[in-house]
């Protein structure tokens, strides 16, 4: 299926540059970071075009860049490797040091350059939106890194904000903008080939561009109308879901998600929802569907959420807030890390059940495995 037509032939890494690098906010918007999601790029070419009319009249900067123009041009998720794994230390180092590479090398580098220079030329508050797309059908959703200022900007966009996917993955581009200061969130606008999830994926980035102030008076009937749209299709759905398990896969495993599930879909404990090579595949518990497989390129069969209510969004804000991380190792079978400020020490044989929770809430939420002890980590800059 391939519904929306990219001209691919005539596709830029920089779609627009906008504003007069002022002290106003700088906001990237990256699109087609994965080569078969040409829905964002789409909307950042029907926004570049509505921005061309007069420019920014606001301090600052606006710049749409095209992710992974090989992949785009392929219509493949990626050529060699995935472009949103690959920000790791490791992998920027040897992209920087080596001339050449392989495709997404050559892409990683090109992008590098644009997003350096980007932050170290702002001279006021950074922020990314990175537009993507899911291969299962179902409602849109923004994903951050859980710390305040991330939240505060996804929950402006008026649809569920998925807690806790960001620290399952390694090497996204989010940790490595976020390790910057820059505030980041990705929205996830529908289906790959639906129509719709280009027009989502506008409305996704009107309203991200009020809510940092970079908005015009002559743009704002079209915030209003982007939140109408978004608004309309997940009133139905929480405000924020926390991920409570992850299906990884790998092609060995030759798995398969049944047909019909779609992003938020209920689903009862022990239901089946795809097989693979030892048979059937059962979801942990009782809850809600996210990201199921549709596609051959990927390493994630689907995602289980649950409902992450306001009220323990209110709590997790004031819990940081007031700082309260500085006593989290006061909890039972938790300790300081002897190097990291931005991580704690778990023994599991000791610490109960609470203590995962109450560390999630504090937004220590990304788990390293080392020996027969657990490393939970949080984002810097969460205040
Ligand atoms: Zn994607």
């Known amino acids: 299926m391939q519904a929306l037509a990219l001209r691919v032939g005539d596709l830029t890494r920089v779609l627009g540059d906008f504003g007069d690098g002022g002290e106003g906010p700088t906001l990237v918007v990256v699109s087609g970071l994965h080569g078969n999601e040409p829905a964002g790029v789409l909307a950042c070419q029907r926004v570049c075009e509505l921005l061309d009319e007069g420019g920014l ?19 493949a ?12 230390r490791a992998q920027i180092d ?40 899911t291969s299962g059908p179902g409602a849109a959703f923004s994903t951050v890194a859980d710390t305040l200022p991330n939240r505060s900007v996804a929950l402006s966009l008026p649809v569920p904000m998925v807690l806790g996917l960001e620290e399952l993955v390694e090497g996204t581009l989010h940790d490595y903008m976020g390790q910057h200061g820059v505030t980041t969130l990705a929205f996830e606008s ?9 027009d989502r994926a506008e409305a996704a980035v009107w309203i991200v561009l009020d809510t940092v102030g970079l908005t015009r008076d002559r743009d704002a009937p079209r915030v209003a109308e982007g939140r109408r749209l ?13 991920v409570r398990y992850r299906h990884p896969i790998a092609p060995g495993d030759f798995f398969r998600m049944t047909e019909g599930f779609g992003n938020f879909q209920p689903v009862r404990a022990g239901e089946v929802v795809g097989r693979d090579r030892d048979g059937e595949v059962v979801s942990p518990e009782t809850a ?15 995602f289980v959420v649950r409902e992450f209510t306001p009220f323990w969004l209110r709590v997790s804000r004031v819990a940081r807030r007031g700082r309260l991380d500085r006593v989290a190792h006061w909890l039972p079978g938790v300790r300081r890390h002897p190097e990291d400020p931005h991580a704690l020490v778990v023994d599991r044989g000791v610490a109960r059940w609470y203590a995962m929770q109450v560390l999630h809430l504090l937004g220590f939420r990304r788990e390293v495995e080392v020996g027969d002890t657990l490393v939970v980590q949080r984002r810097p800059h969460d205040a």
């Open 57 to 75: 009249t606001r301090s600052g900067r606006v710049l749409l860049l095209v992710g992974n123009l090989a992949a785009l041009r392929a219509g």
């Open 288 to 302: 809600r569907i996210l990201m199921p497989l549709y596609q051959r390129q990927g390493s994630d069969g689907f």
């Open 94 to 133: 040897a992209v920087r040091q080596d001339g050449y590479g392989d495709a997404e090398d050559r892409e990683q580098r090109e992008l590098l350059g644009l997003l350096d220079v980007a932050v170290q030329e702002a001279r006021g508050p950074v922020y990314l939106l990175d537009l993507h797309t």
């Open 190 to 198: 529908g289906q790959h080939q639906e129509p719709e999830a280009v």
């Open 77 to 88: 998720r990626y050529l060699n490797r995935d472009l949103n794994r690959a920000w790791t």
């Open 230 to 242: 978004l608004a309309q299709g997940h009133r139905h759905l929480p405000r924020a879901v926390e």
